[in-house]
């Protein structure tokens, strides 16, 4: 008896290995992308939870649409819409369990085995799985210090169009780089040229610092005259990831395909949760919390940029405006990984930078000298002495 192919290519992440050695020990953990546990709005998701069972139960807890709660797609459309997307309606919108679920469900109505994606390389490695899971080819462009190198982007495009390209415009896991609206505006212009998909990937965009503001941050779905980019925004960075509520927004021919491939996936995204966001949205939690947020993690930011300059002087990083994220280039002939085990011994713990590359034509030596360090999750404090060891 035989497991699938499909099952066979899966490979275990390294992200995830590094969590489970350090799940239930005492350490000072840079290594996750998490929101800080002191952000989760639990008092008001407690105060709304309670209403909603009360007076919505049979609405609440009852199978729902699977394009979506209605009114939350009503809340999130006019939300986009203020994010510089003016003609996104509820027919362009689809709900998902996270933006992990986004990903693969678009991976799965834009892929063909064989297919041909591009995305930044280091890159999110839960895209780059859910794309090589589903059989495409997965090939790096270099991110420079704003945003991918568009010239490599554009003769990979004239040797062979790809599929589809994936892209975090915002304060990118891991490399942290906010891409200039010029940027933006290129590749939905060479997209639209050679007819291939952007896929826009906006997790970290409210999170953005004193040096950056909302015209920063603009999708790069502004951009787009011909409908060929596919945007999704998760509320787990600025809410609670574990509600799992995320959106995806396209041309509502491409919702239906999502809606269809969402249906034999999970059916629909919690009713429960959806109701919970939307509420929290429409009474005004979310836009009066993201100033709070903001601060926070820049504090941790800038905490981090301190504790970088005294203790590894000899490593090269671009300050991140946004998101939770600081990429670190060290000194040549560095081995992140070795230095990883006696980091955990010590109570540290990181991520080696190598597992975020993507595709073949990458130096492993220049790999290797990489890390990525998150500041989202330890206190300034620990931020420090961590840093210091
Ligand atoms: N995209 C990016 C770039 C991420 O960093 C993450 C979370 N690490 C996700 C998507 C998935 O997040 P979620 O499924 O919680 O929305």
Redesign the pocket.
């Known amino acids: 008896m035989d497991y699938s192919a499909f099952a066979q290519r899966l490979q275990p992440s390294a992200?995830r290995s590094v969590s489970k050695a350090i799940h239930g020990k005492k350490v000072i953990s840079f290594a996750?992308?998490?929101p800080h546990p002191s952000t989760f709005p639990h008092v008001e998701l407690a105060a709304l939870a309670a209403e909603v069972l009360e007076t919505r139960s049979a609405e609440a807890l009852q199978y729902g649409q699977t394009q979506g709660y209605q009114p939350l797609l009503e809340t999130v459309s006019g939300y986009l819409r203020g994010r510089g997307l003016p003609g996104i309606t509820t027919d362009n919108l689809l709900i998902?369990?996270?933006?992990?679920?986004?990903?693969d469900l678009v991976g799965r109505i834009l892929i063909d085995a064989g297919d041909l994606v591009l995305m930044e390389s280091p890159g999110?490695p839960?895209?780059s799985a859910a794309f090589a899971n589903l059989g495409a080819r997965v090939e790096g462009i270099p991110v420079l210090a704003d945003g991918p190198d568009l010239d490599v982007l554009e003769e990979k495009v004239r040797r062979e169009v790809p599929k589809f390209f994936y892209t975090?415009p915002n304060f990118?896991?891991p490399a942290g780089v906010l891409v200039s609206m010029e940027k933006r505006k290129k590749i939905a212009e060479m997209a639209e040229r050679h007819g291939f998909w952007v896929v826009e990937?906006d997790?970290?965009g409210e999170l953005f610092f004193a040096e950056a503001s909302p015209a920063d941050i603009v999708p790069l779905k502004a951009f787009d005259q011909s409908g060929c980019v596919i945007y999704?925004q998760?509320?787990?960075?600025t809410i609670s990831?574990g509600l799992?509520?995320?959106a995806i927004a396209a041309p509502a021919a491409a919702i239906e395909r999502l809606e269809m491939t969402k249906q034999v996936a999970d059916m629909f995204t919690s009713s429960f949760t959806q109701i919970l966001v939307n509420e929290f949205i429409v009474r005004g939690h979310f836009a009066a919390r993201l100033p709070a947020l903001r601060s926070l993690y820049q504090s941790r930011r800038d905490a981090m940029d301190q504790a970088l300059r005294a203790n590894f002087p000899e490593a090269r990083w671009v300050t991140p405006k946004g998101g939770?994220f600081f990429w670190l280039e060290m000194p040549e002939g560095t081995d992140t990984q070795a230095l990883l085990a006696p980091a955990l011994d010590s109570g540290v713990a990181f991520m080696p930078g190598a597992c975020f590359f993507v595709g073949h034509n990458v130096d492993p030596s220049q790999a290797a000298r990489t890390i990525r360090l998150a500041y989202s999750r330890e206190s300034e404090a620990d931020i420090a002495r961590g840093l210091a060891q």
């Open positions: 992200i996750g992308g998490m998902a369990a996270g933006s992990q679920q986004a990903l999110y839960g895209a975090t990118a896991n990937d997790a970290y999704m998760t509320f787990s960075k990831p799992r509520v995320a939770f």
